[in-house]
């Protein structure tokens, strides 16, 4: 057998089947395609005869033969018979885009919205009989193309009194409940409103109104302001401020013509109302009503409405292809948008502060992914801080130049009573993305970033060496998951402070959640077995009394259990969150060794108390150092157990002489 060529079959009920189930998602598109093929004849007819009727859509709804019809009238261009064989009976070939082909690179173009020749193929998806009278401008003879979605249809000359096309359908049984005049009027207005040629649904006007950019049409609308518009783009409320766009130059693709507005609504919230999201129209009819691609991806606080002839629509028209002049006019939205906000710093200070406030959440989230805006907008975010809400440069100024920070209710509590004592503010980055904006803000501007209390280098639990008696309480203060240190802070008042690191709560409660998924368990016992072992610090207040009277303290049960009650307050204090069995843990714990420590007080001897007029006769002291120790010190007994060292740097003397006062006060 011989090659041969051979020409395919297209069975159209199929094709039809197709359309209707997977093409189109909503069977109220074919009233837009046929208002578009409609307004597309009143565009070719002035271009093509330049007078004539003005230009007009008229849509009717009405019964015949017990059945539901909708007919679309247009004042166009019309068809001959010839034009009816090669545009409309071939399915993938349109009148108006043979015509843009022979208008590309004109102005006149860009006013043809139709593209792919299906247009009227898709009045089967809601009807089973299409039926279109039409004569041509300048034409004497009309004619009639009658298709009931078969392979076959009937074309036949009529007696048409006017120049134009009326597209009448008949409405499938399964669709006759879109056979209303509101939901017909709501679909049109939805898609087209904003199209020059004047269209009528029953007699009133659909497109009473068109864009700020657009030139009226035959019966010529008055065009809504901006002001208007945007309101509509924002709920019905007045945004912030808007943003006229305008074209697009493109170092590949030249001058690409783009009108539109962008708002920034009043208000948003991260995760639950953002915003970020175009209404993208070409040739002024509606083709996405929710795009998400043409506006920045960081844009969350802006909303708007962009109209470019040159975007291509995909085949159902529901949404935006996504190819070289989709890139070119998102890249030059981005661009205009970056320059307005830069703009709106810069001269409109009070506008750009109230932007700000009401997107604040949202900027600080999304400036994380583009420098320019995080620079726009890193020094007007503000803070929730421990002295209320602050710009990051304020904080600064009355942070001495760190930042400081808190990502978790565990850290709270530790990380504000060691910096208010300090006079130093905290901020608290609990919110969702104020930690990693901080992170950030601190690598670019090159500023020393705190976000644990034992953090080294700090200055908050600074570690300080000591010896003797002080040394060993630490060394009793630690055990097999506590790491003890002997540190220094502000407020004296507090003896320890329990610090748990990030890395150690993360385990533990990823731990937690495993205990009900038994091969989550199994994993973290699998890597918990090889991971090094992560300790709490316990940081020992050296100045603080209780401390002080705890090394000097002789061993036994008293100091055993004055011990466990310092470790259970600072463990109360600290930053670990302690779930119920815990904290009942604890209070069982500080009741024992509070009971111990009583009977151990009990069966003490008083202290003897140490007056500075002592320190001054006997040990021949200065006045005002004998004043220190005494108030340091306050018994005989707590002189005795102090570290020389630590004693003769906190008063001023030399350290022979503190070693021989320390031992004078054991002898006496």
């Known amino acids: 057998m011989s090659a041969r060529l051979a020409q395919l079959e297209l069975h159209l009920p199929g094709l039809l089947k197709l359309l209707g189930e997977h093409l189109y998602s909503d069977r109220r598109v074919a009233f837009r395609e046929l208002v578009q093929n409609a307004h597309d004849s009143c565009v070719r007819r002035r271009l093509e005869v330049g007078s004539g009727l003005p230009p007009c859509v008229d849509v009717r709804l009405g019964q015949e033969g017990g059945r539901p019809w909708v007919r679309f009238h247009d004042t166009g261009l019309g068809l001959n018979d010839d034009e009816i064989e090669r545009f409309l009976a071939t399915i993938g070939r349109g009148q108006t885009g043979a015509l843009k082909e022979r208008l590309a690179g004109s102005e006149d173009a860009s006013e043809l919205v139709g593209q792919f020749g299906v247009g009227l193929l898709s009045a089967f998806l809601i009807g089973d009989r299409v039926v279109v009278t039409t004569r041509r401008a300048g034409e004497e003879e009309g004619w009639r193309w009658i298709c009931d979605g078969q392979q076959t249809y009937r074309l036949e000359p009529a007696e048409v009194p006017w120049e134009g096309t009326e597209v009448a359908v008949r409405f499938r049984e399964d669709a006759e409940e879109l056979a209303r005049p509101s939901v017909v009027r709501d679909a049109i207005a939805h898609y087209a409103r904003w199209l020059e040629t004047p269209l009528y649904v029953e007699g009133e006007r659909v497109n009473a109104t068109r864009l700020p950019w657009t030139r009226p049409e035959g019966e010529g609308a008055p065009a809504v302001t901006e002001v208007a518009l945007a309101a509509e783009l924002c709920e019905g409320r007045p945004p912030i401020a808007t943003l006229r766009l305008e074209d697009v130059d493109d170092p590949v693709l030249g001058r690409v013509p783009l009108e539109g507005l962008l708002c920034i609504p009043e208000g948003s919230q991260l995760s639950v109302r953002e915003h970020g999201a175009a209404r993208v129209l070409i040739r ?385």
């Not at 960081?298 to 159902?316: H, I, K, N």
């Not at 890139?327 to 810069?346: I, K, S, T, Y």
């Not at 209710?409 to 990380?415: L, N, V």
């Not at 937690?512 to 316990?538: F, H, I, S």
Request: hydrophobic residues 45%; proline residues 6%.
């Open 284 to 668: 002024h009819m509606l083709v996405d009503p929710r795009d998400e691609g043409l506006l920045p991806r960081w844009a969350r606080f802006v909303t708007g409405l962009v109209d470019c002839p040159l975007l291509e629509p995909t085949a159902s028209r529901e949404s935006v292809r996504r190819e070289a002049r989709f890139r070119a006019v998102r890249d030059g939205v981005e661009r205009q948008l970056l320059a307005w906000l830069e703009r709106l710093e810069r001269e409109q200070p009070a506008t750009w502060g109230e932007v700000v406030r009401a997107h604040e959440s949202l900027l600080k989230r999304w400036a994380l992914d583009a420098p320019a805006l995080f620079e726009a907008v890193a020094d007007r975010v503000t803070f929730r801080t421990s002295r209320g809400e602050r710009t990051l440069p304020a904080y600064l100024e009355a942070s001495g130049g760190t930042i400081y920070l808190y990502a978790s209710e565990e850290q709270a509590r530790t990380m504000e009573l060691l910096l208010e004592s300090a006079r130093r503010p905290v901020i608290d980055a609990q919110y969702f993305a104020d930690a990693p904006f901080l992170r950030l803000y601190a690598k670019e501007r090159g500023v020393p970033l705190v976000e644990e209390a034992g953090q080294p280098g700090a200055g908050l639990l600074d570690p300080v060496p000591v010896e003797g008696a002080m040394a060993a309480l630490v060394g009793e203060l630690a055990d097999a998951e506590t790491e003890a240190v002997a540190a220094r802070f502000a407020p004296v008042d507090v003896p320890a402070v329990l610090v748990t690191p990030r890395r150690l709560r993360l385990a533990e409660q990823a731990k937690e959640e495993a205990r009900e998924n038994a091969p989550l368990a199994g994993l973290l016992g699998d890597y918990a077995a090889r991971a090094p072992v992560m300790k709490r610090t316990l940081h020992v207040n050296v100045d603080n009394p209780l401390v002080r009277s705890l090394a000097a303290a002789p061993a036994g049960a008293g100091r055993r259990a004055a011990a466990t009650v310092l470790k259970e307050l600072a463990r109360l204090l600290g930053s670990e969150r302690l779930a119920p069995e815990a904290l009942l843990e604890s209070a069982r714990a500080t009741g024992a060794a509070l009971g111990a420590l009583l009977g151990a007080e009990a069966a003490r001897p008083a202290e003897r108390p140490l007056h500075a007029s002592w320190l001054e006769g006997e040990a021949g002291l200065s006045a005002s150092v004998a004043r220190q120790v005494a108030a340091r010190c306050g018994s005989f007994e707590r002189l005795a157990a102090e570290e020389p060292g630590e004693l003769a740097a906190a008063v001023g003397l030399p350290r022979a002489m503190a070693e021989a006062l320390v031992r004078l006060a054991g002898e006496g």
